[in-house]
């Protein structure tokens, strides 16, 4: 079983970048599917960016793509996401989970995730 742990998040200004991260504790991260995902006020959880266990290979949305990254830093146990360029529609609760790993297969599905972190919210606004 592995635990999450977030950090970073907060307020923005449109254009300004912050960087989100998960710690993991009771597992490496190489062995889950590591996640981002982020839900707005009335809207539905949605995956927007995803790192692959068996060779880090990334995934993102195209909503994020071009302007989020994420990554992961083994010898630390944590996944980044570096959010640059920010518009007040990424405005939302941002929250990283770990599901099975799936080889160089991963999943934006919310369903198929098993941990999640506490979820950090990201405001951006002038």
């Known amino acids: 079983q592995v635990q999450l742990v977030q950090s970073g998040g907060g307020l923005v200004q449109p254009g300004g970048s912050l960087r989100l991260s998960c710690t993991a504790s009771?597992?490496?991260?190489?062995?889950?599917?590591i996640g981002w995902f982020r839900q707005a006020p009335g809207k539905e959880r949605e995956g927007i960016s995803i790192?692959?266990?068996?060779?880090?290979?990334?995934y993102h949305t195209d909503s994020v793509k071009g302007r989020f990254t994420i990554s992961r830093n083994i010898a630390e146990n944590t996944v980044y996401l570096q959010m640059n360029s920010l518009k007040p529609e990424d405005t939302a609760v941002y929250y990283c989970?770990?599901?099975?790993?799936?080889?160089?297969?991963?999943?934006?599905?919310?369903?198929?995730?098993?941990?999640w972190g506490q979820g950090t919210p990201v405001a951006v606004s002038s």
């Open positions: 989970a770990a599901g099975p790993c799936l080889g160089v297969v991963v999943s934006t599905d919310p369903s198929e995730y098993d941990y």
């Open positions: 009771g597992s490496t991260l190489e062995s889950y599917t």
């Open positions: 790192t692959s266990c068996s060779d880090g290979s990334t």
